[in-house]
């Protein structure tokens, strides 16, 4: 009996998957509503199954219904209705969890990439950016302009020889105005100006104070 107990314990049968614990602290969820989310990520079909809840997570009715109708509030879960026979079964949807978790994690991976075109820019111009300079950057970064098509003019600045973001803005605004959408576009219009060795990128750089 003792070995028996031993091995249930042991067994991991339930998984907490990494990206709930963003989604716990994001929307501070409690531990009933915490336990009740993982019980139902585990569930290859999910339901509001009172009794067998209880059983795994030794809440009671009134918890496990409270921390459903708050999840479903949150717009964590909801509810579908579908029909296994003659039998209508009420399904419960995971999908608001899982697009927030997408979300959350989009947004980690903006940031993530925000502060690493920072960290180039610095580490191209050999110093630390100014406010203003930062503040140019975000513009950029806000305004939609591709982080590739940013960091391709940031090249053509440092190829140069030029720390400047004004260079730089005048180099986006030049190829926004020839209709450059890619990196592909630009690269491949430097390709035929170098053939025919026309100016690629023409911008008095030198009378910058």
Not at 71 to 79: A, D, E, H, P
Not at 100 to 119: L, M, P, R, Y
Not at 149 to 156: C, D, H, P
Request: with cysteine; glycine share 4%; proline share 1%.
């Amino acid at each position: 009996m003792t070995d028996l107990i031993y091995n249930v314990i042991k067994n991991k049968d339930y998984v907490i998957r990494p990206f709930l614990f963003k989604i716990i602290k994001e929307q501070n969820l409690t531990l009933n509503e915490t336990l009740l989310i993982i019980y139902l990520s585990n569930q290859e079909h999910p339901e509001l199954d009172l009794k067998l809840i209880n059983k795994i997570t030794s809440l009671d009715n009134k918890e496990i219904l409270e921390a459903f109708s708050s999840l479903t509030n949150k717009g964590l879960i909801s509810t579908d209705i579908k029909k296994d026979g003659d039998r209508v079964i009420e399904e419960i949807n995971l999908d608001g969890l899982y697009k927030t978790c997408a979300s959350k994690i989009n947004k980690d991976v903006e940031q993530e990439n925000k502060k690493n075109i920072f960290e180039l820019f610095e580490s191209e111009f050999g110093r630390t950016l100014s406010p203003m300079e930062y503040e140019i950057i975000n513009a950029w970064l806000s305004s939609g302009m591709s982080e590739s098509i940013i960091t391709e003019a940031l090249k053509e600045a440092t190829y140069n020889g030029v720390s400047s973001l004004r260079y730089i803005d005048r180099i986006i605004y030049d190829w926004g105005k020839k209709g450059y959408k890619t990196v592909e576009d630009i690269r491949k219009n430097k390709y035929k100006s170098e053939e025919k060795n026309d100016t690629f990128f023409e911008y008095n750089w030198l009378d910058e104070n």
